[in-house]
């Protein structure tokens, strides 16, 4: 039996849709909503996804920003970009797009943001509110992940899920969303101290695999009918290798595939929190 396809391409589409609407009814109110991106150096898959963000506004009406410094940007000029953008009127929400070069104090730039700018939801007083359980914008790869399960009607309340990778752009701040009351998943942060990762994850109704590991979830690691989201992306010879060997197409009850599973969904999400922010001025 083959996994249901979790299509993040489809949901997202959806997604849009529903932004495009929104955008033309705030530019009729006079609002223009404007996404800035601060991207410093030349990652390969950074450059893709800031490009890929900036291709999503303009199919939905929303402006772009887009700062480059190059990968020797000191401290001190990537602080100077992110006060023009707190400064900007044409800027409603913008991101710092990470992994940021080694030399920089990535938690000092995210500090300095305007929380009320953050696109992201990764400031720390957005985090924070997350773990208060207060209205703030989620970071956009596990609302992606939660939209995507409740899309195929995937059960989130009550479920064991498994989280694989603790950075603070997935793992962790979706163990945080999953433990709302409103979601109400039971969830263990699996990570590289974690001693046994198989018996976590065959336990799991929903496995979120995101350690950047390629094909570190093979298939006798699922339980069968198990949804799994493939978050990871790794490139090798210039090709995507995502976290989940092939082989649990057969096993899951649920997949997404990767491409096309949680990266669209991951951009539609920052879109929704640009919008969010702007209906919100
Ligand atoms: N400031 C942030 N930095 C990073 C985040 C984030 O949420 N905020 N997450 C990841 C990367 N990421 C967002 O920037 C991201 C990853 C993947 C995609 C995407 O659309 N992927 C496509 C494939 C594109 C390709 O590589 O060819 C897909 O999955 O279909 C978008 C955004 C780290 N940094």
């Not at 800035?36 to 450059?47: A, C, E, R």
């Not at 480059?68 to 990537?78: F, G, H, R």
């Not at 609302?143 to 989130?156: A, D, K, M, N, S």
């Amino acid at each position: 039996m083959s996994a249901v396809k979790l299509d993040g391409k489809a949901t997202a589409a959806k997604i849009k849709a529903d932004l495009t609407t929104r955008v033309a009814a705030l530019r009729e109110r006079g609002i223009t909503p404007g996404l800035g991106t601060i991207l410093v150096g030349d990652d390969p898959g950074s450059q893709i996804y800031v490009a890929g963000k900036h291709r999503d506004c303009a199919e939905v009406g929303i402006a772009s920003i887009r700062v480059d410094l190059p990968a020797t940007a000191t401290q001190a000029e990537v602080e100077a970009a992110i006060d023009e953008l707190n400064a900007s009127p044409e800027c409603t929400g913008y991101i710092v797009q990470l992994p940021l070069p080694k030399h920089l104090d990535t938690m000092a730039l995210l500090e300095r943001m305007d929380p009320a700018k953050d696109a992201d939801g990764l400031h720390p007083v957005n985090l924070g509110r997350l773990v208060h359980m207060v209205e703030a914008p989620l970071p956009c790869t596990p609302h992606g992940i939660v939209l995507l399960l409740q899309e195929y009607g995937v059960p989130i309340k009550g479920a064991e899920v498994a989280v694989v990778g603790r950075g603070i752009t997935v793992g962790r701040s979706l163990g945080l969303l999953l433990t709302r009351r409103s979601e109400n998943a039971t969830v263990t942060l699996c990570h590289t101290g974690t001693q046994d990762l198989a018996a976590h994850t065959r336990r799991a109704d929903i496995i979120v695999a995101a350690a950047g590991v390629p094909e570190l979830i093979s298939a006798d690691m699922v339980k069968p009918g198990a949804a799994v989201l493939d978050v990871g992306v790794s490139r090798v010879e210039g090709k995507i290798a995502g976290d989940v060997s092939p082989e649990v197409e057969e096993v899951a009850g649920f997949l997404t595939p990767n491409p096309g599973g949680v990266g669209p969904m991951t951009r539609a999400l920052l879109l929704s929190n640009v919008v969010e922010a702007a209906e919100r001025l």
